[in-house]
């Protein structure tokens, strides 16, 4: 087999398997349940739900588009209003307060915070 061919292969076998992951990702959480993550994983999650109509009660974050000194500010709003949250990077959220645990129904991490986590400055 040449080698763009089997580039092409493996790729497309990638994106089947991460596909599937999202797919069991969208399916696991919980009634609305908040997933923060990056463009590996939101923007397919958006996909299903836009163009196929899967869980809108999801809400999606991507980390892209949130500065790290903010990340803080925005899990103890999610935590204050009660939603449950996930994530697939918790590396590129704070620990402080924070507690990460893997959740094996959707191939992602539950996050956890104490109830009196604030923001920094408030």
């Known amino acids: 087999m040449p080698a763009p061919a089997i580039r092409l292969f493996i790729s497309s076998t990638f994106s089947d398997l991460k596909a599937e992951r999202d797919q069991t990702i969208i399916r696991r959480l919980p009634p609305n349940a908040v997933f923060i993550a990056t463009?590996?994983?939101?923007?397919?999650?958006?996909?299903l739900q836009l163009v196929e109509h899967q869980r809108p009660d999801v809400e999606t974050v991507n980390l892209f588009f949130v500065p790290a000194d903010s990340r803080l500010q925005l899990l103890a709003g999610h935590t204050q209003r009660g939603h449950p949250m996930y994530t697939s990077e918790p590396e590129l959220l704070p620990h402080d307060g924070v507690v990460f645990?893997?959740?094996?129904?959707?191939?992602?991490?539950?996050?956890?915070?104490?109830?009196?986590?604030?923001?920094?400055?408030?």
């Open 39 to 47: 463009w590996a994983d939101v923007p397919i999650l958006e996909y």
């Open 101 to 122: 645990e893997y959740d094996g129904d959707c191939e992602c991490y539950r996050i956890g915070c104490q109830k009196q986590l604030d923001a920094p400055g408030h």
